[in-house]
């Protein structure tokens, strides 16, 4: 297994595992973000779908277009967080709300561009090919 691969299943398992301990926890995750606990159940269940396909459909797709599709969610990860955190800090208690509610949003994206991808040919190129094809 590449390392570029094992990379993105990683993604798509932490994206999993987070979405468990949302499920599991939701009540006792909530309350600190002062986000009611059905949000973070249904993105809890948001998450375990959207890194399961991440998981199925990685090998099947272009590494280039998970590269990209990757890069685009964490970049969007990035700011939802700092927006949450700045609606914090200026003592909004919707910034938990922003961060939870781009956790249930954007997996299921990122699973929907998954699977419309056209499959990569198994036997078209090397495991190791280039990411800037």
Do not use: E, N, Q, R
């Given at each position: 297994?590449?390392?570029?691969?094992?990379?993105?299943?990683?993604?798509?398992?932490?994206?999993?595992?987070l979405g468990a301990a949302f499920v599991l926890g939701h009540t006792r995750l909530g309350d600190p973000l002062g986000v009611p606990a059905w949000l973070m159940a249904v993105s809890g269940v948001a998450l375990l779908i959207g890194g399961g396909i991440e998981i199925r459909y990685v090998r099947r797709r272009p590494m280039a277009t998970c590269l990209r599709l990757m890069i685009a969610y964490d970049s969007g990860w990035v700011v939802a967080s700092a927006a949450a955190l700045v609606m914090a800090w200026q003592g909004s208690t919707a910034g938990g709300e922003l961060w939870v509610a781009y956790l249930t949003a954007a997996p299921l994206l990122l699973a929907a561009l998954l699977i419309r991808t056209p499959a990569s040919a198994p036997d078209s190129a090397p495991a190791s090919t280039s990411v800037r094809e």
């Open positions: 297994m590449s390392p570029m691969l094992a990379g993105a299943t990683a993604d798509g398992v932490f994206k999993v595992v």
